[in-house]
Structure formats: C-alpha cells, structure tokens
C-alpha cells in the first residue's frame, strides 16, 4: 500500500500525514496502516486470485465467514493447483484425499478429513459446523454427508497430477518432503467490516503421502485457530510438525497475552524448532492477523510469501524467515 494511495484511500489528507511518522519504512507505514485496516484478508502463499475474490466480498460487506470460504474455492476449483482440491497431487496409491477447516466469528468451527471426490471441501466443513451435531467427519462418512447434502462427485485426480504420479511410482522414494517454493496449502484470514474474523484451510495435503494421512489442516488449533476476540493464524509447511505444536492456537493465545502477530508467529516457531533438531530439512510457515488488523508472519526457510487484500489493493508480500539461505 503505497502511502499516496491510503491517503486517497481514507481521505485522511491532512490527518492522516501528521499521524504517519515521517521515517516509516514502507513495510512500516503498512503496519502502521494496518492498525487502521478494515476489512482485511490474508492468504498464505501467492494465491492472487483467491485473496481478490475474498477481499472483494469483504468491500461489498460480506461477512468474514462468507468470504473466507469463497475465497478459498476458487483455488479448490483451480486444476492448475496441485496442493489444493481439484487436479491436487495423490496419495502413494493414486488416491486423491482431501483435508479442509474452517472456524467462524462466533468460535464455532468445522472440517473434513481424508475426503474423496469432492470439489469443495472446505463447504463440506462449513455444512459440518453449521447443520451436525460434530465439529469433524473424516472419509467416507464425510463423503457420504457430502453427498446427501447435494454436493456432487467428481474425480480430481487431473491427467497431468496422474503423470506425475507415475513418473514417482518408478522410483517410490517415500519421503514426503514439503516443497520450500509457492503453491502450498490456502489458509486464508478475514477481518469484515463489522470487525469479525474467520478463517479457512484446505489442502490435498502433502504429494504422494500413505492412503489414509491427514496433515494439519483440518485440525482445529493445529493449521487453522480463530478467536474473535484476539485473532486468527494459519500454518502451511510440514503438518506432522505443525500438528505436534497444535501451533495456530499457539500464536493465537500468544497474542492474547499481548504479543504482536509477528512476534507469536516468530515464538511459535522457535517453539516449533526446539522440539526438532531437523527442522533445517524442512519447510513450515505462520501466518496471523489480529482484531485491530495488524499482521505476522514467520517461515523457517526463504520462501514464503503471502496475499493481503485492504484498502481494495491485493499485494504479495515476502515472509521474514528465521533461515538467511
Ligand atoms: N500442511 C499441509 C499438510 O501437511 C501441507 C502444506 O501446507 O503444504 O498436509
């Protein structure tokens, strides 16, 4: 956000110039903005189009519950995507298995595990917080909830996911490891204009994992935590870790203790590394948002970027990193 352009933005013209200090960097003034920023969407990774759908909601005053989900199909719906629902890579067996989350303003949540053949997983976990009685349907059972609530089968294994399946099957090297490049898991975070959060999460998960893995993602306080009275964070990267440091509810009450987005990010990660000597071999990232707007930010490796949508401007930015390689 450019500083010309929040000033246009607010209409803040003279007011707003005499509460910016003049020696604010601009990742500086775009904190300092975003203490006044409303609505708001984060998403991890560059996921440019689902953040502008989301973002554009929340302009027309959609809820924040609204807009995270919607936002988040768009890159279930997108093939071209292999870490996300339709066309994401598949199990060691060929299987593409489905994990999503998603947590409202009101601290009710929902999600899904090891779901097939379904385009959107992520509706099925709202369906799930919204007309059951449970928080989590896993497999079939998910599968067939979906089903009997009109949302229709498809097959998403994609023929370029299937290729690259089988060029894998040739050398079996069973070790998942987490890419340290874009394109992972979509956990996304809004702040509406009524000044509610919510929050959503949705993967294929990791490529080639064993039939029947459920990563972090649909686990409530591990890849997705909202509370609406202190904040959200999401996590992408390696889910067995992330799911050890239960790390979004971490960062959550972190910052209910008063610590700035950033900084529990950044103690969540150390948390997260002390507990593993290897962390160097692999890739986890934090992203959180607060009720005033503010954002944070924390990845081991270079790497991570993410989407936020205010002011109407939808802009990536490069996560700090505790890794300078
Ligand atoms: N966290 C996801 C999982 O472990 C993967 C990812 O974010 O890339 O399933």
Sequence with gaps: MK???FIRKTGLTGLGLSMIPASYSRSSIEEFIGTEMKPVCLTTWNFHQASKKAGELL??????????????RVEEKNIQNHTVGNGGAPDRDGFVTLDASIMGPDGDCGSVAF????????????????????KMLVGKGAYNFAVNNGFKPKDLLSAESKKK??????HKNYKPIINIENHDTIGMLCLDQKGDLAGACTTSGLAY??????GDSPIIGSGLFVDNEVGGAVATGLGEEIMK?????????????GKSPQESCEIAMNRLISKNPNYKDFQVAFLALNKKGEVGSFCIHQGFTYMKYGNSVNENFTSKSLLKN
């Design 209 to 214: 994992k064993m039939h029947g893995r459920v």
């Design 3 to 5: 500083r010309r352009n």
């Design 165 to 170: 399946w089988k060029n894998w099957l040739a």
């Design 115 to 134: 779901l097939q053949d379904i385009e959107h997983p992520v509706s099925v976990a709202r369906k799930v917080m919204e007309s059951t009685p449970h």
């Design 245 to 257: 440091n239960v790390s979004s509810f971490l960062i959550v009450e972190l910052m209910r203790q």
């Design 59 to 72: 302009d027309n005053k959609i809820s924040a519950l609204d807009a995270v989900e919607q936002g988040v």
